[in-house]
């Protein structure tokens, strides 16, 4: 079994003695520039001026500056710009990193598809949460942390590791458990688990149900809850004891069904398409089809994007959800986006 490392295995000096650049104020960013700050490392926001970025990252207390500035005083530079935009902003401070100094991300796309090629003498690291943004930031307020993946593809300094683990402990992550891998295992894994099981292989799972009980006669709104509503209740079970802790909670009657049935649905020829999605990410034809689309102005991403807020299912479920008022806080609440 791999080594989880944990607070005691880092050493906070590691990067409380240096400037720590965090490019980008989103999802992770703010997160990660604010529990560095709170944790007493040295910290600049690098944003694009004028930007409603800019002025939250102020309005937090921190120091900003232009991500070229940033790049300049940090010893450390995290890279938390979205990913399609991070070889442009690469190019743009390039010249600001210094032999000696670390780029650091949160995802390894760039670096393992060659969309950015540091240069020479740079330590090049990951520190990935396993968890969107909001709740690296919640849990460590709470004393708590967040588990994250650490991974060095690049080390000219031979502390490269032991910098990561101090950023990771000083984030919070290390509370919770750090774990080695690689650029390639977490991107490929990463892509691979969004696109077939999380993100892509779950809606497409519920869409699937939702109409087949709707073209054979069945209300909408049965199908509905019988397809989505009740998703997140039997999930929530799985989080937190595992399957085994969702089968004690279903009767025998759905714990037989589902058990005989679950793999005539997720059948062999399921399996080969998963097959098949993760030999286009690790073949690179996935990243390429997705620089290729940003490239074009997004047409397919956005024909989809479009195709997939206006399903039946999501009308359906809007009235529905109206209908209950824990429901109706939840949508009220602002929605952070996530990335698996
Ligand atoms: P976001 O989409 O939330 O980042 C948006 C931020 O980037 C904004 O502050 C925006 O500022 C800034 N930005 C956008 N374009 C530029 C630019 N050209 N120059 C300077 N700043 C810019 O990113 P995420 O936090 O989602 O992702 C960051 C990294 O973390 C990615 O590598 C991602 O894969 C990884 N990751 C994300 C997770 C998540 O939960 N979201 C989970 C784990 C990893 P402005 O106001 O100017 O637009
Ligand atoms: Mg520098
Ligand atoms: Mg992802």
Redesign the pocket.
Known sequence: TQPIYRDDDADERDITNKTVAV???????HAHAQNLDDSGVDVVV???KS????DAAEADGLDVAT?VEAAEQADVVS?????T??P??YADIEDAIQPGDTLQ???G?NIHYGQIDPKPGVDVTMI??K???HLVRRNYEAGEGTPALLAVHRDETGEAKSEALAYAQAIGCARAGVLETTFQEETESDLFGEQAVLCGGVTSLIKAGYETLVENGYSPEMAYFECMNEMKLIVDLMYEGGLGEMWDSVSDTAEYGGLVEGDEVVDEHVRENMQETLDRVQNGEFATRWIAENQAGRPSFNQRHHAERNHEIEDVGERLRGLFAWAEQETEREPE???A
């Open positions: 490019l980008g104020y989103g999802s992770q960013g690098g944003l694009r930007s409603a970025s800019w991500p890279m938390l710009v979205p990913d935009v991070q442009s902003v991300f949160a995802h796309f990935a949460p968890s969107p943004g986006k996530t990335e």
